[in-house]
């Protein structure tokens, strides 16, 4: 398992689809904000959560297509479908990289992009926290599409069609706590549903996306 971890992190530095296009693509986001609503201080803290969480969805968004596509390529999904790892634990393995390389630099990243869009000292923490605890829900929703999307030409765009959805109530419940955390209100409420949310399909999907990788791979 560590040993595949570690190889699929060289290979998203390498494809050159981790760590920079994410952080590169947000950054875009966050720049561009104020040049389309204005430079008002006031819009821009009011506005500042859902951008950051809409720029963190697009961001994952732009990798999920890599996550199978490599191995799929070269024959190596095959050889780790015959290995002795079970396929819900190299599912979870491929989450968790694509998190490490997409999820976890937009989260350390947030201090720097919540500054840029004036957001009020009080909502660093809670923003921070609901990437923290919503992005592995991203990454993991994200490899149940790749899994449905495998092997399909041009299905880049169809695997976008298929997770946005399936992206929405994280995003609610994320940008909502971090908005609440902004305007110094409660954010119980809202973490505990996006808690919620991570953990169930941290326990749910890994098992369907094992399901539909061994019919594709039939």
């Not at 390389?101 to 923490?125: C, I, K």
């Not at 790749?146 to 609610?172: D, F, N, Q, W």
Request: proline share 6%; net charge neutral; with cysteine.
């Amino acid at each position: 398992m560590i040993a595949l971890l570690i190889r699929d992190l060289r290979l998203a530095v390498r494809a050159g689809g981790g760590f920079g296009l994410g952080l590169s693509f947000f950054l875009i986001v966050v720049v561009l904000v104020p040049f389309s609503v204005g430079p008002e201080t006031g819009l821009l803290s009011r506005i500042a959560p859902g951008i950051l969480w809409l720029g963190a969805l697009l961001a994952c968004l732009l990798s999920l297509d890599r996550i199978f596509a490599l191995d799929w390529e070269d024959g190596s999904l095959d050889l780790l479908a015959t290995s002795p790892l079970p396929m819900e634990g190299i599912v979870s393995i491929k989450a968790l990289a694509h998190w490490l390389t997409t999820g976890l630099p937009l989260v350390l990243a947030s201090p720097l992009f919540g500054l840029l869009l004036s957001l009020p000292a009080q909502g660093y923490a809670p923003m921070i926290l609901s990437l923290l605890i919503g992005t592995p829900a991203l990454s993991v929703t994200g490899t149940f599409g790749a899994a449905l999307t495998v092997g399909l030409k041009r299905g880049g765009l169809l695997l976008s069609l298929l997770v946005l959805p399936l992206y929405v109530p994280t995003l609610i419940f994320g940008a909502e706590m971090a908005r609440r955390g902004a305007e110094g209100l409660e954010t119980t409420t809202p973490m505990l549903m996006l808690a919620g949310i991570s953990f169930g399909v941290i326990a749910l999907l890994p098992f369907a996306s094992a399901a539909v990788l061994r019919v594709n791979l039939r």
